[in-house]
């Protein structure tokens, strides 16, 4: 476990929650503006000081009358296998939980469902599917279908949850994004009464603490070109917001 953020009340919509960090990541998407969190031999050169398990429980105890919920994010959680024993203590804490996830392991979104130790789920979807390798770094052939099989869980589940991407100039474009939120509508059309009604974001790039130092400087979409990419995209999926607006 990274760092804690003791409190927030942007980070899991509609409670006051905590968000704690977990170190490690399976994707090395070039604008990570998390750098430090996607390797241990990262977070070890960043000297941030690491928090025990029995510390941050501690602390929950103290705090568990202020909060409503526990938001965790990484890197990505779920490469962690005792992922669920870390939601269930924070469960039995009466606090609800959020978790941000890549959606590549959906056989751990599954479980964490099946069992109750989820109320809100965010997920990154990174790019069009065709485009997928270059947004994340990494190449795997098997990893898009594992993207749609935790949409699809997700759609299902019948919890909270947000679809989001991050743009990025030279990783997106307006044609690009479109093209996503037609597979996403066409995914979502298979387990959504309305596909349009898709819980999806939009969100801005930010060129600070990047993986890659190039991308520190890409310049980001401009305010309003990305009112236009959203309106855009809004044209196949109309509920999709901008976050931050």
Known sequence: MAVCKKTTLIDFPGRVACTVFTVGCNFRCPFCHNKDLVTQALFRKSKIKPLSEEY???????RRKILDGVCI?????????????????????????????????????????????????????KAAFADY?????????????????????????????????????????????????KQLKALSSKYLIVSTNLHY????????????????QVKPFSTQEMREILKAVQKTLPKTKLKGE
């Open 133 to 181: 390798s270059k947004a994340i770094g990494v190449k795997n052939s098997k990893l898009v279908n594992r993207i749609k099989k935790s949409i699809k869980i997700i759609i299902q589940s019948g919890l909270e949850y947000e679809f989001r991407t991050t743009v990025v100039p030279s990783i997106h474009d307006k044609e690009s994004l479109i093209k996503l939120a």
């Open 56 to 62: 941050f429980f501690d602390f929950l105890k103290k």
């Open 73 to 125: 994010t990484g890197g990505e959680p779920t490469i962690w296998p005792d992922l669920p024993q870390f939601c269930r203590r924070i469960k039995d804490l009466d606090l609800e939980v959020k978790l941000d996830s890549n959606g590549s392991h959906p056989d751990i979104l599954k479980k964490l469902f099946s069992r109750k130790l989820i109320d809100f789920i965010a997920m990154d979807i």
């Open 201 to 216: 974001s939009l969100q801005s790039f930010r060129p600070k603490n990047c993986l890659q130092t190039e991308f520190l």
